[in-house]
């Protein structure tokens, strides 16, 4: 999640880029706010950090100590 809210934030400086603004120019007050469109970038772009099998072992760790029912929870794919 930190990951994608990272990325997610650097779209409109991304975007400020591409559209010539050099970096000693740029203003707060000139950036856009992060919207949608930037998360959505980001979700191409950053990977999970845990893998299937390392979920899994959180899943049936969680079935058997934690505080959230199984029932709650996503299931996987894959």
Known sequence: MKNLVKDASMGPLREAFTQGTEITNLKKEDMRAVNLQDFEN?????????????????????SKFGSFPPSTMQPRSG
């Open 42 to 62: 980001a979700l191409q772009e950053v990977r999970p950090s845990v893998s299937l099998n390392e979920l899994g072992s959180y899943e049936d760790w969680n």
